[in-house]
């Protein structure tokens, strides 16, 4: 009878231990989703990997534009190019340490705002709730239509 208590104690204990570790989704919060997608763009740097972490966290517009530049990388480099290749680390880059962020959500839009040290060090990153995540906004130019030859 005592071994069957200290088993379900153990057993509720461990229940208790991994709900309370959880560690709360990055997309469930828009400062969560801005954060965790800087921090994934500072190491994508050619690894396809992490460039496609970061791809996961952008809105859907965004995902598709950079599927349409993967097809034609793909069809171009003659070999398969994810999304996610497509994110250049060259052209993203941190200006200050964001100390503070803070976030103002209205119905599915939400604009995070980047505060860091100096009076300066602000940036604002738009962010969309689709599908009961946030993902972060982030709009691409447009691509020109693909020439055909006749």
């Known amino acids: 009878m005592v071994r069957w208590h200290l088993v379900s ?8 231990c991994s709900v309370a570790c959880e ?7 828009p400062e969560l ?3 965790a997608f800087i921090e ?13 972490l ?16 993967a097809r034609r990388a793909t069809a171009a480099a003659g070999r398969p190019v994810g999304p996610g290749e497509m994110l250049v680390p060259s ?3 941190v200006r ?5 962020v803070t976030a103002e959500s209205k119905g599915k839009w939400s604009r995070v705002t980047l505060i860091g040290d100096n009076p300066a060090d602000v940036a604002d990153v ?5 599908d009961g995540r946030w993902r972060v906004v982030v709009e691409f130019p447009a691509l020109p239509p693909i020439e055909q030859r006749q």
Do not use: Q, T
């Open 54 to 69: 970061a791809y996961e966290l952008l809105w859907s517009e965004g995902r598709e534009a950079l599927a349409e530049r």
């Open 126 to 130: 738009s962010c969309v709730k689709e």
């Open 9 to 16: 104690l153990l057993m509720s204990c461990s229940a208790l």
């Open 40 to 52: 994934r763009m500072k190491g994508v740097h050619g690894d396809p990997e992490r460039g496609r």
């Open 23 to 29: 560690h709360e989704a990055v997309d469930s919060r």
């Open 33 to 35: 989703v801005v954060e």
């Open 91 to 93: 052209r993203f880059s």
């Open 96 to 100: 200050f340490e964001p100390r503070r």
